[in-house]
């Protein structure tokens, strides 16, 4: 799997690092000087049970301008229109279920936010057996691009969603 945004790359080497061949790293492995070089683009989503399951602790202030608003301390659920629910909270899903990073691009229209476009790294982190956060990272499409293909396209997968 090729991802194109050299920001993005960076960012699920370091969560490789950390993971070092076990299913999952714990999100506590993460300090938060190993997100200095993704400062604003970070995400933090906490999978909680009941019918409300995405829990934004962190938006970045990158990603707030990008959503077009400060998602911080509230479900994703509540955040977005219904009609899109289903198409853009899928790949959350989709990480939790296959406990592999997901990427995504999301057409940005639905938000009203800066960008029209989103490049997306889903990355999840738990016990080693379930998923309890996301950390995402998201960039508007384009933004400082460069073709990076890591490990021959097994571990990553991809999907044209949020």
Same mark, same amino acid.
């Given at each position: 799997?090729?991802?194109?945004?050299?920001?993005?790359?960076?960012?699920?080497?370091?969560?490789?690092?950390?993971?070092?061949?076990?299913?999952?790293?714990?999100?506590?492995?993460?300090?938060?000087?190993?997100?200095?070089?993704?400062?604003?683009?970070?995400?933090?989503?906490?999978?909680?049970?009941?019918?409300?399951?995405?829990?934004?602790?962190?938006?970045?202030?990158?990603?707030?301008?990008?959503?077009?608003? !400060?998602?911080?301390?509230? $479900?994703?659920?509540?955040?977005?229109?219904?009609?899109?629910?289903?198409? /853009?909270?899928?790949? $959350?899903?989709?990480?939790?279920?296959?406990?592999?990073?997901?990427?995504?691009? /999301? !057409?940005?229209?639905?938000?009203?936010? =800066?960008?029209?476009?989103?490049?997306?790294?889903?990355?999840?982190?738990?016990?080693?057996?379930?998923? !309890?956060?996301?950390?995402?990272? /998201?960039?508007? =499409?384009?933004?400082?691009?460069?073709?990076?293909?890591?490990?021959?396209? !097994?571990?990553?997968?991809?999907?044209?969603? $949020?």
């Amino acid at each position: 799997m090729d991802i194109e945004n050299a920001q993005l790359a960076g960012l699920l080497a370091l969560w490789e690092t950390v993971r070092d061949g076990r299913p999952l790293p714990a999100r506590r492995e993460f300090r938060a000087e190993d997100f200095q070089p993704w400062f604003g683009h970070i995400g933090i989503i906490e999978l909680h049970d009941g019918p409300k399951r995405l829990y934004v602790r962190l938006a970045g202030t990158a990603i707030n301008r990008y959503d077009g608003r !400060d998602f911080t301390g509230r $479900y994703l659920e509540d955040c977005l229109p219904p009609e899109v629910h289903a198409t /853009m909270l899928a790949p $959350y899903e989709r990480c939790r279920t296959e406990r592999a990073p997901v990427a995504c691009t /999301m !057409d940005a229209r639905a938000l009203k936010g =800066a960008a029209r476009r989103l490049d997306r790294l889903l990355l999840p982190c738990g016990d080693g057996e379930r998923v !309890d956060s996301v950390i995402v990272g /998201m960039y508007a =499409a384009g933004h400082q691009r460069s073709r990076v293909s890591l490990y021959g396209g !097994d571990s990553l997968a991809s999907a044209a969603l $949020y």
